[in-house]
């Protein structure tokens, strides 16, 4: 089955400085989404960004279909920017979000 | 910006009593979907849906019923719930295979 794996698993950062969130799977999937969800609190997409790069504001997604990765860049972080973020590369055969593990990242100030 | 409206926000509910969560979309999305997220499991699939009239059980369907009565809104029943139905429930839509899909804010179900 599809394989899909974050890293890091967690990421603690100090306020101000540069996070880099991958994103690899193991099979063909060509819709790439990345979601943030604060602790308790609601799933947003952060980009949909099946292919190439994307940037807003302080964010940035570059997904390289090819070689099966995305990545999601974060500059300059802020306290804000804690939680998980989750990567979702594509749907199954009967369209369910197929998932990554997520990484939970910690911006200290 | 793509909308999915869920209510209510919160319940709280007796265990044996009938649940019912309802989403809203306005995208005109054929593909509406339920999951639950509980600490340590991540997002699990409980029903999905094709389009209106259609519902198809997920990865944990037990103990809960699904409904799309139209394009735009797709329930899902807890007819006798139990305290290991407490959880965060999510609705989300998307229009095909390869598009983005959009998510409510969620629904925490606290049975008790």
């Known amino acids: 089955g599809q394989q899909v794996q974050q890293s890091p698993t967690s990421l603690v950062l100090q306020e101000g400085e540069n996070a880099e969130l991958q994103c690899n799977f193991s099979?063909?999937?060509?819709?790439m989404q990345w979601f943030y969800q604060r602790p308790g609190g609601s799933l947003v997409s952060v980009f949909y960004n099946p292919s190439g790069t994307k940037q807003s504001g302080r964010l940035t997604s570059t997904t390289v279909i090819k070689e099966r990765r995305s990545s999601l860049h974060i500059s300059s972080s802020q306290i804000t920017d804690s939680g998980t973020y989750l990567c979702?590369?594509?749907?199954?055969?009967?369209?369910?979000?197929?998932w990554g593990s997520g990484t939970k990242l910690i911006i200290k100030p | 910006e793509a909308a999915v409206t869920q209510s209510p926000r919160n319940k709280v509910a007796v265990t044996g009593g009938k649940v019912t969560l309802s989403c809203n979309q306005t995208n005109n999305h054929n593909n509406m979907y339920w999951y639950r997220q509980d600490t340590g499991h991540g997002l699990r699939l409980i029903h999905y849906s094709y389009g209106a009239g259609s519902t198809e059980k997920g990865d944990i369907p037990d103990g809960y019923k699904a409904s799309r009565p139209s394009q735009e809104n797709f329930s899902l029943i807890l007819e006798l719930a139990t305290p290991s139905q407490t959880s965060v429930y999510f609705c989300?839509?998307?229009?095909?295979?390869?598009?983005?899909?959009?998510f409510g804010k969620g629904t925490r179900l606290t049975v008790v």
């Open positions: 979702a590369p594509g749907r199954d055969s009967n369209y369910q979000l197929i």
């Open positions: 989300a839509s998307g229009l095909g295979t390869n598009t983005e899909v959009f």
């Open positions: 099979t063909s999937l060509n819709s």
